[in-house]
């Protein structure tokens, strides 16, 4: 990120978010056949910090470059020397390759002097919806505002093409045949944080002819080689589950319908095993490994220039991580949404036994860049990261969280999602 738009996330205290504008966006989407002032209410009374109401600024060229390791990561994922090595110390369940890709695959970045920086990625990244809304809100409240770019300048069309995706998954397994039915699954469903988003989704299938339900994943069944809600067939499982591999007991209706290819499940435990996996980074850092990728040099470059270099942690290695703790953010290899995740510098000699002990990853750290805001009259500064939906190698949307403490938490005032302005 240069100085010049560096400067601007430190001093630009815009509000860009139209509230007013925003809560009639949603009651539109929603529609008549879903209660949108249940949601509002919803997100206002229990999810204030959903939405910042500012914007986050970066360079055209840091989204290039963005889009470019996304290019390049997509490439490493097709060859075999890349499968063979993360299927190794994947799940059995993993092992089976669907034709389908995998719904909303997420890059995330901070911002760095030398350009952004992949921390991680994701394979069931939620928010994407909800920024569309988001971006269809914002209004230009300073002349740098006005003059820079924004992804979803054309929500509609950025609904159509997420849409056009899951058609895909669709006909990558069953051709021509027509898709009826989907069911947007997790756990309890109404009670996760981004349960407004489910209905956002439920209502942009329906207007697209599409049957949908929102389904807790105790209540499906695998029987006579069919996946079923309530007697009903479900064609496609718009999966949000965190259980990558379908591992609990109560998702045994969708292991079994994975295994016997009786649904599209989207995203799938090969496309975690592929890309999210925090192990797979240290692959991608390896620079012995990166040489023997046969992908075109310039993307072996983005691989060498924008991954942080990162580490499998072992118990012979414990010493030198803890005494260059501070270089050093721990992941647990199977992790999400930054649970059990630690800075070094944070960390206390009883919880780096425990991460010693554990699955972990040690990535170079790279501080998320900050942003100025103003909330509730008050200035304060906010770190954020940014977040890069891709279906394949294409780059779909930007979006920012800001948050204060180690990691993404949306309990931060005035932080959240924001959408990412660029020039």
């Known amino acids: 990120m240069n100085t010049n738009l560096a400067a601007l996330n430190h001093s630009c205290r815009c509000i860009t978010l139209d509230a007013d504008l925003l809560w009639r966006k949603i009651e539109s989407r929603l529609g008549t056949g879903i209660n949108s002032g249940d949601i509002i209410e919803l997100i206002k009374q229990q999810r204030p910090h959903l939405f910042s109401n500012t914007a986050v600024f970066m360079t055209a060229s840091d989204v ?7 290019r390049a990561i997509e490439a490493t994922t097709q060859t075999t020397v890349y499968r063979n090595e993360v299927l190794k110390w994947a799940a059995p369940i993993a092992q089976r390759a669907p034709a389908a890709k995998g719904v909303f695959v997420s890059y995330d970045f901070h911002l760095s002097n030398s350009g952004p920086k992949l921390i991680e990625i994701n394979t069931n990244a939620g928010g994407a919806l909800l920024n569309v809304v988001l971006a269809g809100a914002q209004r230009a409240c300073c002349e740098e505002a006005a003059k820079s770019n924004m992804m979803a300048t054309n929500p509609r069309a950025l609904e159509e093409t997420l849409i056009d995706m899951f058609r895909a998954e669709w006909k990558a397994e069953h051709g021509d045949a027509p898709l009826h039915s989907i069911a947007i699954v997790d756990d309890e469903p109404a009670q996760q944080y981004l349960y407004p988003e489910f209905r956002l989704f439920q209502s942009l299938f329906q207007r697209h002819g599409l049957q949908c339900h ?15 809600h309530d007697g009903q067939t479900i064609d496609l499982v718009y999966n949000r589950l965190t259980d990558f591999t379908f591992a609990e007991p109560t998702h045994a209706a969708l292991r079994d319908a994975y295994t016997a290819g009786a ?27 990166v040489a023997s990728l046969p992908i075109a040099e310039p993307l072996q470059q983005r691989l060498r220039q924008d991954i942080p270099l990162t580490r499998k942690l072992t118990p012979e290695q414990a010493e030198e991580f803890w005494q260059t703790r501070n270089q050093w953010f721990f992941k647990p290899a199977m992790g999400y949404g930054s649970r059990a995740a630690y800075r070094g510098d944070k960390v206390t000699k009883r919880v780096f036994s425990e991460i010693i002990a554990g699955n972990y990853v040690a990535q170079q750290l790279v501080p998320p ?3 100025v805001i103003e909330f509730d009259s008050t200035t304060t500064m906010l770190k954020f990261d940014v977040r890069a ?28 999602f924001a959408p990412v302005f660029w020039r």
């Open 389 to 416: 939906y891709a279906y394949g190698d294409q780059l779909q949307l930007l979006a920012a969280r800001l948050y204060q403490g180690q990691t993404t938490n949306f309990r931060t005032a005035g932080g959240g």
């Open 214 to 228: 929102i389904i807790d994943a105790r209540a499906l069944r695998f029987e006579n080689g069919q996946l079923l």
């Open 369 to 371: 860049a900050e942003r």
């Open 64 to 70: 290039a470059q963005m889009t470019e390791l996304i």
């Open 263 to 289: 649904a599209v499940i989207t995203p799938h435990p090969h496309a975690h095993a592929l890309y999210a996996d925090k192990r797979n980074l240290v692959l991608l850092t390896d620079a012995k490994f």
